[in-house]
């Protein structure tokens, strides 16, 4: 495959750094403010200004205590619940490609179909697991947040006649908060991480939507950074932050589709024509919908929501469009270049590739033509055979691996010329077994290059010992359905000074990564093994393989 040039593979999205960010430095603002507003006020104020509810209720005061310590607490307990969600349970939910320790079940029925016990058995068990510890840290925040709560507004629990009143069981009141917030995050975690997986596909606009990415959410992370900033320390009025905070996320979002998507999409056609224009009406609407809520909330006014929605889009639509015309004008070529700079990259690397192609491959097949030969000549029919299936490797590794997809058999055939040539390494230990059962006769599926060999290149580089009982198991078999895949091999303990030891398998984390991206929701991949047997088994519905504009 194509390596990647170094500026792409440094590219990412940073997403979940920037919201890393936005969120230690929530937590610190909110910790920061309720210090500095205990220095600047004197205490006689801030007891005036919160014991009002409590003294009407007999019931004792201390900003310290019902205020301050309450406020710190929700907020280092939300932080530390982020962090757990983030690096704890999320990356184990997602985690698809890991090794299952323990048994496994396995069988191919007569009738054609698959039963996936183990793999079955590894994905409940880590959903359950997620489902666990999930509940456990909304027990967690819930128990933090009703404590702080029932200190926060200790005279609310002790009014007559209130006890029906839902913040009279403390724990209920945090679970309550605790499990809408989580439910709430979770959802938009897998939004983002739907997002993420979009923004990383293979595509020729793959660099510039993680660009484009990067700047919105690190736009939105100094934008909320600024607004907590201003709220943790009082600096504006609580009807104020609708009238600034409203506005900057609809222009900056509008701008941005303008810009990067509804401008380049419009070439030299009129605006007011079509397609150009429905998207431009549809837009405009949607990014007036933040500008309609902010200000909404900022004169508690629900009923004219609507009318500052119209006058936002109105204002989106008369005011920020033909401002961002002029500006994709006057930067036209620039823009054009940031939207297809992956395009000049990935032909920059193509006409690298190329020129070693046109110097590496002449020569290698002369010499192998010549050592062919010169083995025919001297009978050693054997050497001649094992030159002969490298040329076809090789011819296969620069003809067709470059390609999206190609026929089933010229993938079985690479897949026999790589057994046969590790079967003529071995065949003289007696105590290694290579067995392949390769069933292709029916198989007229398109499947993307190098797919499967790299597993069977893990198989025999881990699998295979000259001083040990070893095997190598493979088994493909397919049909219309799809296509079955399995690999088992013996595990031998590496050397501590042998360099490959802590190695992984060969190109197994990448394989596993086309698979998401080539065939979401149409594969099964399960791994398993111990310290004697490693085994994996694929099952792939190729259909029409996934591509991304």
């Not at 301050?68 to 704890?88: H, K």
């Amino acid at each position: 495959m194509a390596t990647q040039s170094p500026q792409l593979s440094a590219l990412r999205p940073r997403w979940r750094e920037h919201e890393l960010i936005l969120a230690t430095v929530i937590c610190v603002l909110s910790i920061a403010g309720e210090v500095w507003r205990i220095l600047r006020t004197p205490w006689s104020e801030l007891n005036s200004a919160y014991e009002r509810p409590f003294v009407e209720n007999n019931i004792p005061f201390s900003y310290l205590s019902n205020v301050f310590l309450p406020g710190v607490c929700v907020a280092v307990l939300l932080y530390l619940c982020f962090l757990q969600m983030n690096f704890f349970i999320l990356p184990r939910l997602l985690q698809t490609d890991a090794p299952v320790k323990g048994n496994f079940t396995f069988h191919f029925s007569r009738q054609g179909g698959i039963d996936m016990k183990g793999a079955e058995g590894a994905v409940l068990k880590r959903t359950i697991w997620g489902i666990v510890y999930t509940l456990l840290l909304i027990v967690f925040l819930g128990a933090g947040w009703g404590l702080a709560d029932y200190y926060r507004h200790a005279y609310a629990y002790f009014i007559p006649g209130n006890r029906d009143d839902s913040r009279q069981i403390i724990l209920g009141v945090g679970l309550k908060k605790a499990f809408t917030w989580t439910v709430i995050y979770l959802l938009y975690a897998s939004l983002r991480e739907a997002a993420i997986v979009r923004l990383t596909a293979s595509s020729q606009w793959k660099a510039f939507r993680i660009r484009l990415s990067n700047q919105v959410t690190g736009y939105f992370a100094a934008y909320f950074i600024l607004f907590f900033y201003f709220r943790s320390f009082d600096i504006i009025d609580d009807k104020v932050y609708g009238v600034l905070f409203s506005w900057p996320p609809s222009v900056v979002l509008n701008y941005l589709s303008n810009v990067f998507w509804l401008f380049p999409f419009k070439g030299k056609r009129s605006i007011f024509k079509g397609d150009v224009f429905r998207r431009l009406l549809l837009s405009t609407l949607l990014w007036a919908v933040p500008f309609a809520i902010g200000l909404a909330i900022a004169v508690d006014e629900a009923k004219i929501f609507m009318p500052f929605l119209i006058s936002g889009w109105l204002v989106l639509l008369i005011v920020v469009t033909p401002l961002s015309y002029w500006i994709y004008v006057r930067r036209k070529d620039s823009i054009l270049r940031f939207r297809g700079l992956e395009i000049a990259l990935d032909k920059s690397e193509a006409d690298l590739q190329f020129l070693r192609s046109q110097i590496n491959p002449h020569f290698l097949f002369n010499s192998l033509n010549t050592l062919y030969g010169t083995a025919l000549q001297e009978n050693a029919f054997r050497a001649a055979e094992g030159i002969q299936k490298l040329g076809d490797m090789m011819r296969f590794m620069l003809h067709e691996n470059h390609q999206e997809k190609i026929p089933m058999y010229k993938e079985i055939e690479y897949l026999k010329n790589y057994i046969d040539l590790q079967q003529l390494r071995t065949q003289s230990s007696p105590d290694i077994l290579i067995e392949s059962e390769i069933d292709g006769a029916g198989c007229d599926h398109m499947i993307a290059p190098m797919l499967l060999i790299p597993f069977v290149e893990n198989a025999f580089k881990h699998g295979i010992s000259l001083k040990e009982r070893s095997w190598v198991k493979i088994r493909l078999h397919c049909d219309a359905k799809g296509i079955l895949f399995e690999v088992r091999n013996s595990v031998h303990i590496r050397k501590e000074v042998d360099p490959e030891k802590d190695q992984s398998g060969v190109g197994m984390k990448n394989v596993v990564n086309r698979l998401r991206l080539i065939y979401p929701g149409r594969h099964d991949f399960f791994v398993n093994g111990n310290d004697k047997e490693f085994f994996i088994q694929l099952l792939i519905e190729p259909g029409k393989i996934t591509t991304f504009e």
